[in-house]
């Protein structure tokens, strides 16, 4: 059976109303798409791609957050 990973995620929506999605444990994987879902999608396919690369198999092997969170802050 397949291990499953818990990966973090960031999503936004950009000036031109696309959903810009990143996954940042691995480096230059972001994607976009008209919908979440759509986004969503497109990043499986960036990290998939990542995957093919022994660095980022390595990078997915060893990540082991002990707590994900993310915050944003006002500031003028």
């Known amino acids: 059976m ?3 990973h818990q990966l973090p995620i960031i999503i936004e929506k950009d000036e031109d109303g696309f959903y810009v999605v990143e996954c940042p444990i691995f ?3 972001y994607s976009q798409g008209n919908t979440i879902d759509e986004a969503l999608k497109n990043i499986r396919e960036v990290i998939d791609l990542c995957l093919e690369e ?3 198999r390595a990078i997915l092997k060893n990540f082991r957050p002990q707590e994900i ?4 802050l ?3």
Request: proline content about 0%; hydrophobic content about 10%; some cysteine.
């Open 69 to 72: 969170s993310f915050h944003t």
């Open 2 to 4: 397949k291990k499953t």
């Open 54 to 56: 022994k660095e980022n």
């Open 27 to 29: 480096s230059g994987c």
């Open 74 to 76: 006002s500031y003028a």
